[in-house]
């Protein structure tokens, strides 16, 4: 039975780096002999552009009837710079998620041996750092009610909110990732502000008995942003609300030597989304120059969390790993040295993998 696989492009440099993921999924599929289908669907700016939607029923009734969707990226800076936008492509994303109840975004942080040196931190730091932010993806403010203009427009009101429902499988899913990696859970609020993070750390505090091999902490967000960049090595997993795992996973993903390395899976009650945490540099939109490997290594984490195929998923992760140590790299992490291009290092993970 062959697997599908929804394919979302996006835009940017969405569709380039998809290509190479899809390079990565052929290869896999002579190697191990499985069987994909791949179906492509409109979503963000490209989908407005052309069906006036962000993400279109059509898109979402392929997704629902997917194994797994692969997705790239969102955004274009025609809609970042004009707030009075009635439609923006970011809705299509949020959409996607919401409908699909993907409430759980799992962004894993680690480092490469060999691009430690691009880390922006000390290598002493960094080097052994592996950790894993596990982001609440369909509440709080990103989707809290009311949100908009007073009528004079000159009031802007955006609402933070979370149910104990919400919370609290969110936070048993931390748990249990921990149970599965080094038994440290740090949940991140603002506890001394927010009545939301009140709520997240009252319903930690309840369930945490439920876990007694697990050692919890709580952090506020603002001490846990100077943690990852001063001592990240002291955080095994960490669960957060939606907009501070937004921005702490991009502070976090440099620590890798490049955003462009970071992989997620989106998951929850519908079809899960594999998607890289960067967004869709436009700037480098069609000059096959984008760093694929967070899209390739997302295409690794669909493999072991919608497939259960975890040799598959080992074989891409090697395959970059190699990718790396042999300089066949993108010009972000090419460090003045010879920098390959989007489709060469697509090409050169699918050989590798082919060749394994
Ligand atoms: C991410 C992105 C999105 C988000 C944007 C594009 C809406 O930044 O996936 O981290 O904020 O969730
Ligand atoms: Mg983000």
């Keep these: 039975m062959a697997y599908k696989i929804a394919v979302l492009p996006g835009d940017g440099i969405g569709p380039e780096i998809v290509a ?105 730091l960094v080097d052994g750092a592996d950790f894993m932010c596990i982001r609440e993806l369909t509440g709080g403010i990103y989707f809290g009610r009311p949100q908009g203009r007073s009528e004079d427009g000159q009031t802007a009101y955006d609402s933070c909110v979370y149910t104990a429902e919400e919370i609290e499988r969110i936070i048993r899913l931390g748990f249990e990732y921990a149970g599965k990696r080094r038994k440290k859970l740090t949940i991140v609020d603002k506890a001394n502000v927010l009545a939301t993070s009140r709520l997240w750390r009252e319903i930690g505090q309840k369930v945490a008995p439920d876990y007694p091999d697990i050692e919890v902490e709580y952090m506020f967000v603002d001490n846990a942003a100077m943690q990852i960049i001063t001592w990240p090595k002291r955080f095994d997993v960490m669960v957060t609300e939606n ?8 502070e976090a993903s440099v620590i890798s030597g490049s955003m462009g390395m970071l992989p997620s899976a989106s998951i929850g009650v519908h079809t899960s989304v594999f998607e890289p945490i960067h967004g869709s540099y436009p700037q480098a939109a069609g000059k096959n ?15 072991e969390y919608a497939f259960g195929m975890m040799k598959e998923g080992a074989l891409i992760r090697e395959a970059v790993d190699q990718s790396l140590e042999a300089g066949v790299v993108t010009e972000d992490i090419a460090d003045g040295k010879k920098a390959y291009s989007t489709s060469e290092v697509g090409d050169w993970l699918a050989e590798y993998i082919e060749k394994a």
């Design 20 to 124: 190479q993921a899809k390079k990565v999924c052929d290869a896999i599929t002579k190697k191990f002999g499985h069987e994909f289908e791949y179906t492509e669907a409109l979503v963000g700016a490209t989908a407005i552009d052309q069906v006036g939607d962000p993400y279109p029923a059509d898109t979402h009734e392929l997704c629902m009837n997917s194994d797994a969707v692969l997705f790239g990226a969102i955004g274009h800076p025609k809609f970042d710079n004009d707030p009075s936008a009635k439609v923006r492509p970011e809705q299509g994303l949020l959409r996607m998620r919401k409908t699909l109840g993907l409430y759980a975004n799992l962004r894993p942080v680690n480092t490469f041996k060999s691009l430690i040196h691009k880390s922006p931190l000390k290598t002493e």
């Design 243 to 250: 907009m501070f795992g937004d921005i702490l996973t991009d």
């Design 289 to 303: 120059i984008a760093n694929p490997c967070a899209t390739v290594l997302s295409a690794a984490m669909m493999f």
